[in-house]
């Protein structure tokens, strides 16, 4: 169902409020990792702003969308994220690590956290709720995993993992929030 969720959401950033992009370009060095990249619509946004961007998804026909897009892009999972130690200046992942079960989220954060340069930024897409499960979304008639998220509960998750907080915004495009956060690694 690759193909019908780009075609989904390729105008996401069109459709809602680009802020939260921004500010993360603003904040972010030049080497991102797009972790969770979909068909490639957030890189290559961030490759139009001059990043150098490197897409990671776990889902074969993602990672083929992303590719034809014309950006460098890896297979693999969030549980291991083939990148040597403090390899990137920004890590941005948008509405990716909320199809991670809540009890297992730490392991993509260590990730994160490892292959993130000090001082670098993590940027953070997540849905507000108090509840996991598969549901359909997105017009994809494919039952997917779904974390909901309460603000708090982010910021002290990410606390655990040593990333500083940074700057927070949230947008309802729908029935739901989106809660948008960046974070600092120290």
Request: proline residues 4%.
């Amino acid at each position: 169902m690759a193909k019908e969720y780009d075609d989904e959401t390729v105008d996401f950033w069109d459709r809602f409020p680009r802020t939260f992009l921004d500010k993360f370009v603003e904040l972010s060095g030049k080497k991102i990792v797009n972790v969770g990249s979909g068909p490639g619509r957030d890189g290559l946004l961030l490759q139009q702003t001059g990043k150098e961007v490197v897409c990671v998804d776990a889902s074969e026909a993602m990672v083929k969308l992303s590719s034809e897009r014309g950006l460098e892009s890896v297979l693999t999972g969030f549980d291991k994220l083939p990148f040597e130690d403090k390899s990137f200046d920004g890590v941005w992942s948008y509405t990716a690590l909320l199809h991670i079960p809540k009890k297992s989220i730490d392991v993509p954060l260590k990730e994160i956290s490892r292959v993130l340069k000090s001082s670098g930024v993590f940027a953070l897409g997540l849905i507000e709720g108090d509840t996991e499960g598969y549901k359909e979304s997105s017009g994809v008639d494919m039952p997917r995993w779904f974390s909901f998220y309460q603000k708090d509960e982010i910021i002290d998750l990410c606390k655990k993992h040593s990333f500083e907080f940074v700057y927070f915004e949230t947008f309802k495009p729908r029935s739901k929030n989106y809660l948008n956060f960046i974070f600092r690694k120290p």
